[in-house]
Every structure is written in structure tokens, then in C-alpha cells.
């Protein structure tokens, strides 16, 4: 089955602490995106990459940080400075940035108390 | 990207089409028209997209207008499946461009 996995589906942490989302895809896509969506809000561009090893800020990048060496992973770690990280996290890839379709993963509720 | 401005919210015979409208104004002649959907707690899932002309596919029909200052999703025959918030974008496809999305259409579906 070719997809986009997110994991875990729930995730609980104390403040101060860093933590890691994990998102892997195995549809050969080559951009891949995070978004952070906030209840009854829409979705907003956290960071994104379109080619391995290189990745961009989107319109919220403060307090988050990823990484890109594979094409198929891009964690997303939402940091101690970030100060309201307590959301729901969305990753999406796509066959190219900017002109193809996106496909979403299942999310990952992040609650930081 | 123009802004779309959608229905906050809509109900919907099961069974019966669902028209979703979206009104996008200040579309340029270079921007597509997309729709997403999204089920509660659930990643959003691509439906459709077009530029000029209409397009349907297993999913929806998209009906553009001649100006494109406005658009239609249509759900044929809605299921309570169906109930999501859906989200009209513009934008450009251009390599390393965005998807924006504003606050969609809260659409349930009735049995």
C-alpha cells in the first residue's frame, strides 16, 4: 500500500521539552510538507522541502525545525520555543512542490501541557 | 494566490447532489482552482482541480465559470460519507508554491 504514515496518532508532552513527529512516505514523492491546523481553524505551512536535503520556511515556521536526509522521511520537532504547540500536525507530499496535487497523512495530535 | 470565499456551512440531503459554491474574485489567468475536503480529524484528502473548463472525475464534478470569478463542487449523489469541511484554493502551479487554506464549508450531510 503506498502512502503517507504519521506516527503517533496522539502524542502527550511537557512543557519545555522538544519532541519529534514522524513522517514517512513511500509514494516516490519528491516535496513533502508540514502543516499545523488549530481547532476549527484551517491549515497553515509550516516548513516544506522540495528535494532531499534542501527545505523551506512556510508562514509559521517559528519554534519548529526539520530535516530532510531521505526522500521518503521529513520529522518534524517542535521546539521548547515554540510557544503555543499544543495542535494537531499534518504531513503532506506531493510528486513535485508547488504544481501537483498533495496528499495528507492521518495527523498527529500533539498535546503539550 | 486570490482569496476564495466559501459558505461557512451548508446541509445536505443524503442522496440528493451537493453544490458547494466558491467565489474567487480576483482568480488570475495563470491560477488553478482545487478542492480539498477534510473529515473530522483526519488528514485532507484532494478531490479535484481545473483551470477553464469543467472536470469531473470519480469523486466530484467542477463547474467553472466563463469569467472564473466563481466555481461549483458537485457531490452527485451524497453520502453521510460525505460530511466534511471543504475547502476551496487558488493558486499558481508553480514549483514551490503553497496551498493557502481559509476556513472551507462545513457540509453535513442529513439521512
Known amino acids: 500500500d503506498g502512502g503517507i504514515t504519521q506516527s503517533p496518532k496522539y502524542l502527550f508532552r511537557k512543557e519545555g521539552q522538544n519532541v519529534t513527529l514522524s513522517c514517512e512516505q513511500n509514494?516516490?514523492?519528491?516535496?513533502m510538507y508540514w502543516y499545523r491546523q488549530d481547532p476549527g481553524q484551517g491549515l497553515r505551512l509550516i516548513y516544506y522541502?522540495?528535494?532531499?536535503?534542501?527545505?523551506q520556511k512556510g508562514d509559521i515556521a517559528e519554534g519548529y525545525s526539520v530535516s530532510r536526509e531521505k526522500k521518503e522521511s521529513f520529522p518534524l520537532t517542535v521546539t521548547s520555543a515554540q510557544k503555543n504547540p499544543t495542535a494537531f500536525y499534518l504531513c503532506?507530499?506531493?510528486?513535485?512542490?508547488?504544481?501537483?496535487?498533495?496528499?495528507f497523512g492521518p495527523g498527529t495530535r500533539l498535546t503539550v501541557t | 494566490d486570490a482569496k476564495t470565499t466559501q459558505p461557512p456551512s451548508m446541509d445536505c440531503a443524503e442522496g440528493r447532489a451537493a453544490n458547494l459554491p466558491c467565489n474567487h474574485s480576483?482568480?488570475?489567468?495563470?491560477?488553478?482552482v482545487y478542492w480539498y475536503r477534510q473529515i473530522h480529524s483526519q488528514g485532507p484528502q484532494y478531490i479535484i482541480h481545473?483551470?477553464?473548463n469543467n472536470e469531473t472525475n470519480e469523486m466530484a464534478s467542477l463547474i467553472i465559470t466563463e469569467d472564473r470569478k466563481s466555481s461549483t463542487l458537485i457531490l452527485p449523489h451524497a453520502t453521510l460519507r460525505d460530511t466534511a469541511v471543504y475547502y476551496c484554493?487558488?493558486?499558481?502551479?508553480?514549483?514551490?508554491?503553497?496551498?493557502?487554506f481559509g476556513g472551507g464549508t462545513r457540509v453535513l450531510v442529513k439521512p
Open positions: 484554493i487558488v493558486r499558481v502551479k508553480a514549483a514551490g508554491n503553497k496551498l493557502t
Open positions: 509514494l516516490n514523492h519528491d516535496a
Open positions: 480576483t482568480i488570475s489567468g495563470n491560477e488553478y
Open positions: 522541502s522540495q528535494i532531499v536535503n534542501d527545505f
Open positions: 481545473g483551470l477553464k
Open positions: 503532506a507530499s506531493s510528486i513535485l512542490a508547488g504544481v501537483d496535487e498533495q496528499y
